[in-house]
Every structure is written in C-alpha cells, then in structure tokens.
C-alpha cells in the first residue's frame, strides 16, 4: 500500500509548511526509559515527521505496567519495553527510522552517536544524572521529566544542571494513567517545537499538580 507524505503529515503542513515538516525528517532523537512516559513520547512524536527515534530501556513488561504504559497490552507482558514500543511506531508510520537499544543508558552513551535533543523518560535519578552529565559532555540539550501521585516536573536543559534539583532517592508514591499521559503531552510538545525551530523555554522548570480540591495548576521556576 503507497502513502502519501504530504497527506501523511497534512494537518501538521497547515500548521507550519514544507519547509519545517521537510527539515523534522533531519533531526535525531534519543527517548530513554520506554515505560509510561517513553511509550506515551514515542507515540505522540513517532508519527510527527522527525526522522530517526532511538528508543533505549532494557526492562521487560510487567503486569503492573500496563495499565499506565499506553503502548502495551496483555500480551506484550515479559516482551522486551523498547523492542515493543518501536515495532508500534514503526506500524503507525512508514516515514520513520525507528531503533530499539535494549540496553542501560551508559552503554547506550558509549555508542558514542550524536544526537540533536534527548528526552528523559527514566525512573531514577541516578540515570538522570548520567543523562545530564553526557549531554554537557556532548553539548546535546535534553528534557528533564518525572511523574508520581498527582504532580510531574518537566524542564528543558541547555546550560542549566540537573544538579540544581535535590536527588536524594525516596519511594515513589502510587500513581495514576491519566497524569503520566499528561506530563508526557507537555514534554513532547517542547520536543517538538525545538525540532521544528520554533521558540520554547530553556533552563525553566515546569510544575505541574491537581491540588487538593482537584483544579489542575501549573507552576513555574527559573533555573
């Protein structure tokens, strides 16, 4: 079956022309963690024209994941995270380059491959700092992202560090669907504006929480 690019990607060509959609087949991506946040990012961005996905996470399925990793079913449990996610882009557009690293970030980063932004979709601060370490080194921006309970964080890295944040290891509290969906919305919509060329907040920590009588707030600090 023949697809047409243009009518692949029409409504996004209404958004900001050729031009922009041509250059997002350019640019190269590193999503780490393929779990709740990395499934929902590979999903919302796989199919928006960037050209190559580079999907790292080691981790199999769990029964206890499913329900918040959007890219899984029932019958993907034990199935390798990454493996899994990049066969879903792959079936839902032919005009991307997707690779499935079943590895840990530090081998991922010993490749020694360049790429034109990184998105954190991890667990642990222990990789975060490894991320954040590896993107100075490299001078590779990436975007910071967490979610637990009702609350999630997302920031996008250019001189600031990651160091600035307290990352002493704590046990996460539960953690609902519908909030990781919503923190991933948020940092794939910086991705792509930075992609596409377009202007979006650097070094700016984004707060984003429902407070106790359930309204949906938002709060923001300058790194």
């Known amino acids: 079956m023949m697809i047409d690019k243009k009518q692949y990607f029409h409504r996004q060509i209404q958004l900001w022309g050729d031009d922009i959609q041509e250059a997002l087949a350019d ?17 919302a961005l796989g199919t928006s024209g960037i050209g190559e996905i580079n999907i790292v996470d080691f981790d199999r399925v769990a029964l206890h994941n499913i329900h918040r990793q959007i890219a899984f079913t029932l019958k993907d449990e034990n199935s390798y995270k990454s493996q899994r996610v990049a066969k879903l882009v792959l079936s839902k557009n032919r005009f991307v380059k997707v690779n499935a690293f079943v590895m840990d970030f530090t081998s991922f980063a010993n490749l020694g491959k360049k790429y034109d932004l990184i998105l954190d979709a991890t667990d642990n601060f222990e990789t975060r700092k490894e991320i954040d370490k590896y993107s100075q080194e490299t001078k590779t921006p990436w975007i910071y992202a967490s979610v637990e309970a009702w609350h999630g964080y997302v920031c996008f890295f250019e001189n600031g560090s990651f160091e600035a944040f307290d990352t002493k290891a704590h046990t996460p ?17 910086i991705a792509l504006r930075y992609l596409a060329g377009l202007s979006v907040k650097r070094d700016k920590l984004y707060y984003l929480f429902y407070d106790k009588d359930g309204e949906f707030m938002m709060q923001k600090f300058r790194l």
Do not use: F, H, R
């Open 27 to 43: 640019k190269k991506i590193a999503i780490i963690g393929a779990g709740g946040l990395g499934s929902s990012l590979a999903l």
């Open 173 to 189: 509290d539960g953690i609902a669907a519908p909030i990781v969906m919503q923190v991933a919305s948020l940092e794939a919509n």
